[in-house]
Structures are given as structure tokens and as C-alpha cells.
């Protein structure tokens, strides 16, 4: 774990980390490709010790990052807005994780961790589908950065303004989930139980069901 130079005591542990990461779905990859910096958004999933990403392989920048281009990976969460009595002293209360370094090209085992990647986005959701076939896993590049001691930051805000002169602060809880489940144009069949599942468990569902 890296060590922070402001605000030190908003750092976090691995436990942190962990929990911005499994809390996100889609992260900002950062590299420099010939010589300028290059940021995309990208879905991810942690399973254990590596960051799993993947892409088409026909993608070049993200071929230049497997060929050996160091990367940075951020997730950021808002967790509620920090309103102050001042313009001053307005802030955010967030969860957010930076993880550098090499990431690595995964071939033996890449048919496992698109399952664990799908799963890790909608739990339940590999074994409702037909297992991928030699020409969808030859056309996708998986990769994988790994969660080492330390090459990751983890950091955290809570609470209300950090000062007042007297008037009316407070915070604002910012919530995320699903709010509606829309079946595609001709989409035939029973809804599958992973989407139902994981309908039900978000914190949004009630007020929009």
C-alpha cells in the first residue's frame, strides 16, 4: 500500500480496497501511448489478487498495455454531497482506490475468468449462459493487474464540513442501483434469475418498483 501525503488519515487498508472495487463496475485505465497520455473507461472485476479486464483484441491500446505499457487503474464512488456554509469548505464524502503497474496477458485461463468476470458483474449470470466458444475467446484479450503490497492506494471521506461559521451544513447521501429491469425488443423467455436477484437486492429497487 502506498502512503498518503495529505490527509493521511483518509487512507485505507486492503479491507477498503476490496471494498471500492467490488463496489464499482467500471474503471478509468490509464497509460501513454506514443508519447500522450491515453484514459479510457472500462468494465472490470476484482477476482481475489488481480484486477480483471478485457477487450477486443483487435483494441491497440490495449494491446500496447499487454504488451508491457505500465497502467493505472482508478475507481472513484461518491458517496454523498458535503454541503458547507461556505464555498470554502464544501467537499464530498467518497471511496476511491488507485492500483499501477504491469498488467498481464491471461490465455490458460482465460475461458474461467471471463466466467468469474461476468459473475463479479451480475452473480449467477455464467451458469445461465452457453460457454463461450474457440472464436469468442481467439477475438477477446483478458488481462489481469495484480493487487501486491504495495502498488495500490485506497482512500475515504465521511462526515460532515470541516468547518462552520454558523450556518446550515449537512450532507447529501448519494444511493446507485437498479430502478427498473427492461427486457430487449423481442426478448423471449422467463426474466433469468441473476437479473431478478440482483434487482431485488438493490438499494433502489422498492421506490421504483
Known amino acids: 500500500m502506498e502512503t ?99 498488467l498481464a496477458t491471461e490465455s490458460a485461463d482465460a475461458a474461467e475468468l471471463l466466467d468469474r468476470f461476468v459473475d463479479g458483474l451480475l452473480p449467477g449470470r455464467s451458469a445461465e449462459l452457453r460457454a463461450n466458444t474457440r472464436k469468442e475467446l481467439a477475438a477477446t484479450l483478458v488481462l489481469t493487474l495484480p493487487i501486491t503490497a504495495d502498488n495500490w492506494i485506497a482512500k475515504h471521506r465521511t462526515g460532515g464540513a470541516s468547518a462552520s461559521e454558523g450556518g446550515w451544513s449537512g450532507v447529501l447521501p448519494v444511493r446507485t442501483g437498479y430502478t427498473a429491469i427492461e427486457p430487449s425488443p423481442g426478448a423471449d423467455g422467463e426474466v433469468p434469475a441473476s437479473v431478478l436477484t440482483a434487482f431485488a437486492s438493490s438499494p433502489l429497487a422498492a421506490a421504483f418498483s
Open 4 to 102: 498518503l501525503t495529505r490527509y493521511p488519515d483518509r487512507g485505507g487498508d486492503r479491507a477498503l480496497l476490496d471494498d471500492v472495487l467490488d463496489d464499482g463496475l467500471v474503471a478509468v485505465l490509464s497509460t501513454v501511448v506514443d508519447g500522450l497520455p491515453w484514459s479510457v473507461p472500462i468494465a472490470y472485476v476484482r477476482v481475489d489478487d488481480r484486477i480483471v479486464l478485457h477487450g477486443s483484441t483487435g483494441a491497440g491500446a490495449l494491446r500496447r498495455v499487454a504488451a508491457g505499457a505500465p497502467a493505472a487503474l482508478t475507481v472513484t464512488h461518491v458517496d454523498g454531497l458535503v454541503v458547507a456554509d461556505t464555498a470554502f469548505d464544501r467537499s464530498m464524502n467518497y471511496r476511491s482506490a488507485v492500483a499501477r503497474g504491469n
